[in-house]
């Protein structure tokens, strides 16, 4: 069963929680003229999280699906979301859309959009940041609600464990455990680290986020520029 958290006005955290895993797999719906689920979840979890956003809006009236990058627990499920929503458009880089979302995902055209651009989709305007290889993968990208300073920031800040929806207390020591436990095990390092990856996690704190939405754990509240500089230490040390 998802579990369903306001992160701030009008943004939902839904989570289900998958015991095999250990971790909890989030999307985020953001209620607004124009309604936008960030991360599709698995396949296995859409019956659940359409039940979910079905407590908060209309499912058929979601407008954009946004998501990182090309990976099942992002947008294994854009397909279904937009059958049920008949018009919503992928919303991901420019890149995603040119070398995969159009050719073996979406069921319309993608939206792929450029770093620098912004979407509004009423009330609220979200910032595109192109991220490549962070968290991972050549298309990878990020959205920033101006308004609120809510970062969707996908596997970054990835806990494992059903923890607590929210939290205001420093989330570093859980990210870097799940890290350290990650390069001990099959998926080894799913995150890579380059030569560009600190000047991409510096240039997200500069952002100055209030919330960070992460795809895996809880929504960090509090000094997101913080956060982002000592993930950017965790990260030199641990996969650098």
Known sequence: MATITEIAPDVFRISTFVTAFNLQFNQFLVRDEEPLLFHT????LFPAVREAVATLIDPSLIRWIGFSHL??????????????????TALCSLVGKLVSIDDCMAVRPAKGMLDGEVLTTGQFRFLFLSTPHV???????MLFEEAQRV???SDLFHQNGDVEPMTDSDVIGRCRDALAEGQR????????YSNQTDGILHRLAALQPKTLAAMHGAAYTGDGRKAMQELALAFKEILG
């Open 41 to 44: 979840g698995l396949k296995a």
């Open 185 to 192: 095990g099959p998926l080894a390092n799913y995150m890579p």
């Open 151 to 153: 970062l969707f920031c």
């Open 135 to 141: 968290p991972h993968c050549w298309e990878a990208g």
């Open 71 to 88: 990976e099942a627990d992002e947008c294994g499920s854009l397909r279904e979301w937009q059958t049920i929503a008949p018009h919503a």
